[in-house]
């Protein structure tokens, strides 16, 4: 009884850093990328100090480790505004702000102040940061192949942020899970490059860039397949 109680749940730290990684890169590609590169490198420094100020209120620094994940917060916090701040009126920022706010709810998610991470703040971070995608195709700052690449690495974000969850939950984080994240992570790299590989077939055969239609259906049929490799 006293090891099942003492088993870590919180979701396995590869997926997380990489679900965190792709999913901020994933809005890096937006636009205004030095402003927007800016914000979001503070921003993902801070879920750092959040998921350090996490890890020591577990470890019995209670007060300390709130201390900490408040510090943290705040600079998430400064990261999306100084990006949202430099950017100024609307509607040149409509296609950040959403992926600014999703990166933090994907990191917090899988670096969660309490409870073994929220797969409900992982897909509604990932569905912002798509929101964002489509706001970039409906102001027409990116081509139709980058709203693929955007789209599809979003859909890599959600289902290793999903298998980190799982992982953690069914091995525990203290589990030698590496080997098996990685293998996982590498055929979701596989299905997306496919994916994005096709994409640009058909636009290169059809037209220079793709319509914001088969851009969608694209990318809902990478979700298709991506879901049923994750099962």
């Known amino acids: 009884m006293t090891d099942a109680v003492t088993v870590s749940k919180r979701p396995a730290w590869v997926s997380s850093l990489l679900a965190v990684l792709v999913v901020a890169y994933a809005v890096s590609l937006v636009g205004h990328e030095s402003v927007v590169g800016t914000g979001l490198g503070v921003e993902i420094g801070g879920l ?54 999703g990166v933090a709810l994907v990191g917090l998610a899988l670096a969660p102040i309490r409870g073994t991470g929220s797969r409900w703040s992982l897909r509604v971070g990932v569905g912002l ?49 590496w080997s098996i994240e990685v293998m996982h992570g590498v055929a979701t790299l596989v299905v997306a490059w496919v994916a994005i590989r096709l994409s640009r077939e058909v636009a290169g055969v059809q037209a220079p860039t793709a319509s914001l239609p088969s851009f969608v259906l694209l990318v809902v049929a990478v979700l298709v397949l991506t879901a049923a490799l994750h099962d």
């Open 48 to 101: 750092v100090v959040v998921a350090l100020g996490a890890s020591l209120a577990r470890r019995g620094w209670r007060v300390v480790g709130l201390v900490v994940v408040a510090a943290g917060l705040a600079v998430v916090v400064a990261g999306i505004g100084y990006a949202l701040g430099s950017l100024g009126r609307p509607p040149a920022f409509l296609d950040v702000a959403p992926g600014l706010l």
């Open 129 to 177: 940061a798509f929101v964002a995608v489509l706001a970039s195709a409906v102001l027409q700052e990116t081509t139709g192949a980058e709203q693929v690449l955007m789209g599809t690495l979003c859909i890599v974000a959600w289902d290793l942020g999903e298998n980190a969850i799982s992982v953690g939950t069914q091995l525990g984080r203290r589990a030698r899970t």
